[in-house]
């Protein structure tokens, strides 16, 4: 009689168990779906600043984006969204918005949207 309940003991116990990595595989492939809607989102947020060169725009960049710049920091990005709109990219050095050797190392990045 002990040998039989041992026996479906360890059945229930195998049961559960397969139950169990069956129900986190099914949760990992949910996480994976909810990722794969994301990232097609996040890539169009960061795309919405650039132009059809891949310029960054600076009418619209947000300052996050502005700081991924080299050379850009915090406060030169600020400055840079405070002294909006500008007309060509030159108005950040004639506007003494950023210094000279700055723009020279972002002036390939950046780029001005003028509105239709």
């Known amino acids: ?27 990992r492939t949910a996480e994976q779906r ?3 809607v994301a990232r097609p989102r996040a890539r169009k947020m960061r795309l919405r600043h650039r132009t059809e060169d891949g310029l960054l725009d600076l009418n619209s960049a ?6 991924e710049l080299e050379g850009i920091d915090d406060a030169f990005a600020a400055r840079i969204v405070e ?6 990219k030159m108005d950040l050095v ?4 950023i210094p000279d050797s700055a723009y020279e190392v972002i002036k390939h990045f950046i780029a001005v949207k003028r509105a239709a």
């Open 83 to 88: 002294n909006r709109p500008y007309l060509t």
């Open 34 to 36: 909810v990722e794969g």
């Open 94 to 97: 004639g506007r003494r918005v």
């Open 62 to 67: 947000t300052l996050i984006e502005l700081k």
């Open 1 to 27: 009689m002990k040998k039989a309940l041992i026996f479906a003991l360890g059945a229930l116990g195998l049961l559960a168990f397969s139950s169990y990595k069956k129900s986190r595989a099914g949760a």
